[in-house]
């Protein structure tokens, strides 16, 4: 069997700091319930993985190889997931006022979100360490890309939808082989089922951050762009934030690439953008809270947003706090229209969550916290061809 040169080492507890073997099919910590994280010999990864190395290195996420958890060749599941463009969009920056404004393309990925990140760390260790089927709980990106990379590994795929879900996320699951249950409820009611499954079946549940390698597909997202701003860190970095994967992900890469020397010690204030219809992030963010109490009657016509309560909730309060960054809420209304304004003036158009980052650029210009001569990297999450029908 061919191995990668991964120098992951172990798994840690990202709150109380309980070490497991990362060799094994796990969730969450055992002793808390709080997400694990994955641990990396990175004195020995900086070795090879060095500016100059990358210049010869492939166009997608994998060439991050020393700090990704995969350890065998064919469990690098590729679909041409990652290294998507850092597009410069000057003309939409001008007309907002900040002309130095980047837009992270992740509509280019597998199955259009940037949710092919995780999932190809997330199945392609479960498939690695022997799991047999998997199964997630869904209403939209997350759901279309496990089943891509269960479908490349071979392994039978279980979703879980709320029963409103739009058809183009449903009917993406179901061709690429994936069983698909409706469920008469919520997000949170479809966990529960998937829950249920996993304990009567044995199925691995790939849900965000109750397995430890999503965030590290995710984390990608921080060393692909300050590799792309030539290793220089933007100022600001504003994230559509639902289960916070991305967001954390790219706080842990940013300490990472600073103790291999890649960085020094500077960072983006990150900024987290929610839905006025579901923001429990924006309210603990407000009140001061370490965690994030579950938001009730959540609405938003963006799926991604629309996640009453997060597992990691007090890793993105603490990333956004110590970056110095701020967490706002827009409207869905917001969105629709940003989307439009952002597809007119770049090309890109956008999935609502990725419209709510320039709502949210919008916002904190006005209000001053955002100068006109920073340079801000926006996050467009996914495509907005699956949400045609909010435009019909
Ligand atoms: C899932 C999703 C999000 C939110 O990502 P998290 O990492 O869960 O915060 C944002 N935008 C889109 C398009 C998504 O599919």
Same mark, same amino acid.
């Given at each position: ?13 990202? !709150? ?13 910590? #055992? ?33 991050? $190889? =020393?700090?990704?958890?995969? !350890? ?8 041409? $997931? +990652? ?11 001008? =007309? ?21 990140? +995780? ?33 490349? /590994? ?8 709320? $029963? ?5 996320? #449903? ?19 479809? &966990? /529960? ?28 997202? &921080? ?9 220089? %860190? ?15 992900? %790219? ?17 983006? #204030? ?18 001061? $809270?370490?965690?994030?109490? /579950? ?6 016509? *963006? @799926? ?27 409207? @869905?209304?917001? %969105? ?5 304004? %952002? ?7 956008? *999935?609502? =969550? &990725? /419209? ?9 210009? =006005? ?16 495509? &907005? ?8």
């Amino acid at each position: 069997m061919t191995t990668t040169s991964s120098k992951l080492t172990h798994l840690s507890c990202s !709150r109380c700091g309980e070490e497991y073997d990362a060799d094994q099919l796990i969730n969450l910590c #055992r002793a808390c319930e709080k997400p694990l994280l994955a641990r990396y010999d990175l004195a020995k990864a900086a070795r090879t993985l060095t500016r100059a190395s990358m210049q010869e290195r492939e166009p997608s996420l994998w060439r991050y $190889e =020393e700090v990704l958890p995969v !350890r065998t060749r064919k469990a690098q599941l590729k679909l041409g $997931e +990652g290294w998507t463009p850092l597009i410069c969009a000057k003309d939409l920056g001008s =007309e907002i006022g900040c002309p130095h404004t980047l837009i992270k393309d992740e509509s280019l990925n597998p199955t259009g979100s940037f949710k092919a990140r +995780g999932l190809v760390m997330a199945v392609g260790r479960a498939f690695e360490l022997g799991a047999a089927e998997l199964a997630i709980p869904s209403a939209g990106n997350a759901a279309g890309a496990m089943s891509a990379y269960a479908a490349k /590994a071979g392994l039978p795929a279980h979703v879980y939808m709320p $029963e409103d879900v739009p058809d183009a996320f #449903r009917v993406e699951c179901s061709n690429l082989g994936a069983e698909v249950t409706l469920v008469d409820g919520l997000i949170t009611d479809c &966990g /529960a089922r998937v829950r249920e499954k996993v304990e009567e079946f044995g199925w691995f549940d790939v849900s965000t951050l109750k397995e430890p390698y999503r965030i590290e597909g995710k984390k990608t997202l &921080g060393y692909e762009v300050v590799e792309q701003l030539g290793w220089r %860190m933007p100022d600001v970095i504003i994230y559509p934030t639902g289960g916070g994967t991305g967001l954390v992900g %790219m706080w842990k890469a940013f300490d990472e690439m600073e103790e291999m020397g890649l960085v020094g010690s500077e960072r983006p #204030r990150m900024v987290s953008v929610q839905s006025s219809g579901c923001a429990p992030m924006v309210r603990a963010f407000e009140q001061g $809270e370490e965690f994030a109490e /579950a938001w009730q009657g959540a609405k938003t016509v *963006a @799926d991604g947003l629309r996640v009453p309560a997060a597992v990691g909730d007090f890793l993105i309060l603490e990333a956004v706090r110590e970056s110095d960054g701020a967490a706002i809420a827009v409207t @869905d209304d917001e %969105m629709l229209r940003c989307a439009s304004q %952002m597809g007119k003036h770049t090309g890109v158009f956008p *999935a609502p =969550e &990725g /419209a709510a980052t320039l709502a949210g650029q919008v916002r904190l210009l =006005e209000s001053g916290w955002l100068q006109g001569d920073e340079t801000v990297v926006l996050f467009n999450t996914g495509t &907005g061809l699956k949400y045609a029908h909010l435009w019909s």
